[in-house]
C-alpha cells in the first residue's frame, strides 16, 4: 500500500503570512500515461466533513480561493495558502487515489493563528 | 445540489452488527462510485471501503477486510456498509463519500457521517 506522509503535525502562522504543507509518498503517485499526479487535498474545520480543495495535484476545485495552491509532482507535494486567513484554521490531509484502492491518506496538517 | 445522508450509526458491544446507510440525492447516483471514510474521535481520516457504480469492482481497508460488507442499491440510490464482529477501534465517525468525477477521482462530495460507538 501507499503509505502517505505529511510535515509539519502542526503550524502556526501569522495573518496573511504563507503557509506550506508538505505531503510525501513512499512510492510515485504519477501515472506516466497521461502526466496526471493522483494526489489531492482536503480542508477540514471542526465539527464539519473534509472539503475537496485540489485533485491532480494542482488543479483548483470550484469555488476555492485562488490563495490555496497545490505544486509537486511524481512523490512530494506541497499545500500552499499564500495568505493566511482566519477561515483557514483547519486540519489539511493529503489523500493518493493512484490505481487500485486502498486510497491512503496523510496523517493530517494542523494550522492555527499565530 | 448534491446529498448525502447517512444513518444506522449508535452504541453496539464488541463482536456486534450494525449496518450503515447512506441516502445519495442531487445526482446521479447510479453513475458514481461510492466510498466509505472512518474518523476515530480525535485522529485522521481512514478510508475504509471502495464500490464502483455498478458494484463490478470492491475494496477494502487491511483494517476491515473479512468483517465489513460494503453494497449499493442503485434502484434506492443507496449505499450500505454492513459491519460484523466490531472492535472498540471501529469507533468513527463514519461518512459516506462519493468521488468527484465518473472516472478515477478522489471524493469529491461528502455526507455529515454517523456516529459508531464501539463499547460494553
Known amino acids: 500500500d501507499i503509505v502517505m506522509t505529511q510535515s509539519p503535525d502542526s503550524l502556526a502562522v501569522s495573518l496573511g503570512e504563507r503557509a506550506t504543507i508538505n505531503c510525501k509518498s513512499n512510492?510515485?503517485?504519477?501515472?506516466?500515461?497521461?502526466?496526471?499526479?493522483?494526489l489531492a487535498w482536503y480542508q477540514q474545520k471542526p465539527r464539519q466533513p473534509p472539503k475537496l480543495l485540489i485533485y491532480?495535484?494542482?488543479t483548483r476545485e470550484s469555488g476555492v480561493p485562488d490563495r490555496f495552491s497545490g505544486s509537486g509532482s511524481g512523490t512530494d507535494f506541497t499545500l500552499t495558502i499564500s495568505s493566511l486567513q482566519a477561515e483557514d484554521v483547519a486540519v489539511y490531509y493529503c489523500q493518493q487515489y493512484y490505481g487500485t484502492p486502498p486510497r491512503t491518506f496523510g496523517q493530517g496538517t494542523k494550522v492555527e493563528i499565530k | 445540489e448534491v446529498q448525502l445522508v447517512e444513518s444506522g450509526g449508535g452504541l453496539v458491544k464488541p463482536g456486534g452488527s450494525l449496518r450503515l446507510s447512506c441516502a445519495g440525492s442531487g445526482f446521479t447516483f447510479t453513475s458514481y462510485s461510492m466510498n466509505w471514510v472512518r474518523q476515530a474521535p480525535g485522529k485522521g481520516l481512514e478510508w475504509v471501503s471502495f464500490i464502483s457504480s455498478s458494484s463490478s469492482y470492491i475494496y477494502y481497508a487491511d483494517s476491515v477486510r473479512g468483517r465489513f460488507t460494503i453494497s449499493r442499491d442503485n434502484a434506492k440510490n443507496s449505499l450500505y456498509l454492513q459491519m460484523n464482529s466490531l472492535r472498540a477501534e471501529d469507533t468513527a465517525v463514519y461518512y459516506c463519500?462519493?468521488?468527484?468525477?465518473?472516472?478515477?477521482?478522489?471524493?469529491?462530495?461528502w455526507g455529515q457521517g454517523t456516529l459508531v460507538t464501539v463499547s460494553s
Open positions: 491532480w495535484a494542482s
Open positions: 463519500a462519493r468521488d468527484r468525477d465518473y472516472s478515477t477521482s478522489p471524493v469529491g462530495q
Open positions: 512510492q510515485s503517485v504519477l501515472d506516466s500515461s497521461n502526466n496526471q499526479n493522483y
